[in-house]
């Protein structure tokens, strides 16, 4: 089980409103509980626990850094038990053209496949060095947006009201070789109170600021670079609130999906913006 490439856009906080305002992230730290949501396939995943956590911090002066583990154990009666234990540490800077990451894995407590590397997008190219799992590089034509500014360039989408957005998206997961297509679709924006939530899910979401704030559904989907139609590698959906935090989380593999309960939501002091 690999790291969810869009955990980079779960929980990520902006201030200000209207379409014309800047997208402003703020530190902050989230919890979800993993529990299973739906089974399939040949290889049925019986049960399914875990937890992500999402560390986040920086401004718009010096950049974005974001530390995410996710540890989740599936169990299964034909392949037993198998726990995996995903780390992944980026930074993206300020203005979203340069991005570093490190991506680590234990499965059953073995590691498996480490990536790590640098990547710059510069005149509509992508330019990508690796140190792991081998000393390597290779190039994208075409606009790639890395994962913060993906999710900012999201949060600007559905305020202005527009419904779907599509691009490519470079985050160094998998064997950090890999350019994504993207598809955003965007739901009618919704609050707490005009929707009925469930009495114990994401329960910091219906708390404080939270409770009458503007939402959006989100089906975000992941593609494998090509032309055609093709079926989604992986599907993220989520509620997209109008300060950016993420609710009613659902990570789709394909043959299962695991659904996230937001328990802990940490907001930290807001760094300064840069001044002119």
Known sequence: MRLPRA???????A??????????LASHRAVYDLSLAQSGGTRAVESARGRIVIDFSGDACKGYTMQTRQVTVLDSGETGSRTSDLRNTTFESADGRSYRFKVSTLLNGTPGQSVDGTAETAADALKVRLKEPKRDGFQASGEVLFPTLHMR???ETARAGQTTLSVKVYDGTDDGRKVYDTLAVIGRPATIASAKAESDRDKPLRE???AG????PV????FTSGAGERTPIYVLTFDLYENGV?????LDYGEFAVAGNLSRLDKLPAATDCKS
Request: glycine share 12%.
């Open 246 to 250: 993420s609710g009613n989380l659902r």
């Open 7 to 13: 955990t980079a856009c779960l929980v990520l906080f």
């Open 15 to 24: 201030t200000g409103a209207g379409a014309a305002e800047p997208v402003h």
């Open 208 to 210: 404080g600021e939270m």
């Open 219 to 222: 089906t975000l989907s992941y």
């Open 213 to 216: 704030m503007t939402h959006w």
């Open 153 to 155: 360039r999201l949060i």
